[in-house]
């Protein structure tokens, strides 16, 4: 009967990827068979398997004796897409720059470069010009290199109301809102569940993505909204039940 619950909790859960789903069951668990991963998924052992061989093959889990583990390299991919969390309970500083695109040699990976920076909060502001917050320059250096663009980083003094025009802020307030809807379901759920962690854990993960695309977070000028800052009261709320 507890694996049912389980089971039916699990199709109601806020939508990730298939493969983060499971990234995030395995390092809840440490050390889980494909049977034990099965009760906690509707999915089809095909769809399973073809996830667990991605992570597998981009170093995320491990597979020995039957059990399936993460690695250091995934939980460092976990660690990397938390961030923005983490800059809630650090306080970090956020800084806002203008990417100047000079050159590329192919316009597709000026495509996939555009859409690594929208990922992490940038927006097209001007042609081969885009804006945005960022801890730092890393991430932003590391994807013009991973797709061979020439770039050009100019720091700007603040994130100035009017770039928020630029961005498509109304999915990002709809998740917040959803957030706090789902927030409040899990609070009064049996907090001891297994669910109910792994409901915590996703949730604040997907908190963790809306929060890194969104030109308003940050925490320079704690520019935040009613609804942004609500959202964050409920992070608050759930954290507890992220932990065994």
């Not at 470069?113 to 927006?123: C, E, K, P």
């Not at 081969?128 to 020439?150: D, R, Y």
């Not at 049996?190 to 809306?210: E, M, P």
Request: net charge positive; glycine share 2%; charged share 25%.
């Amino acid at each position: 009967l507890f694996f049912m619950i389980c089971y039916l909790h699990m199709q109601n859960i806020e939508e990730i990827s298939t493969t983060t789903k499971l990234l995030i069951l395995i390092d809840d668990l440490k050390n889980i068979s494909f049977d034990e991963i099965q009760r906690y998924f509707s999915f089809s052992k095909r769809i399973i398997k073809t996830n667990l061989t991605k992570l597998i093959n981009n170093n995320y889990i491990s597979f020995e004796n039957n059990i399936y583990k993460i690695t250091t390299h995934g939980e460092l991919w976990l660690d990397n897409k938390l961030l923005p969390i983490s800059e809630i309970e650090n306080s970090t500083l956020r800084s806002t720059y203008f990417i100047i695109v000079r050159s590329y040699k192919k316009r597709s990976s000026k495509t996939l470069f555009f859409n690594a920076l929208r990922d992490i909060g940038f927006s097209s502001y001007a042609y081969q010009l885009l804006v945005g917050n960022a801890e730092n320059t890393s991430k932003i250096e590391a994807f013009a290199k991973q797709f061979n663009i020439n770039i050009e980083i100019l720091k700007i003094p603040e994130f100035e109301h009017k770039f928020n025009e630029y961005y498509n802020l109304k999915p990002i307030d709809e998740f917040y809102t959803n957030f706090i809807s789902k927030s409040q379901e899990i609070l009064k759920g049996n907090r001891f569940l297994l669910i109910t962690r792994l409901r915590a854990k996703i949730l604040v993960y997907n908190l963790s993505q809306f929060l890194s695309k969104d030109p308003r977070f940050n925490m320079k000028s704690l520019n935040l909204n009613s609804t942004t800052n609500e959202a964050i009261k409920y992070y608050y709320k759930i954290k507890p039940l992220c932990y065994k």
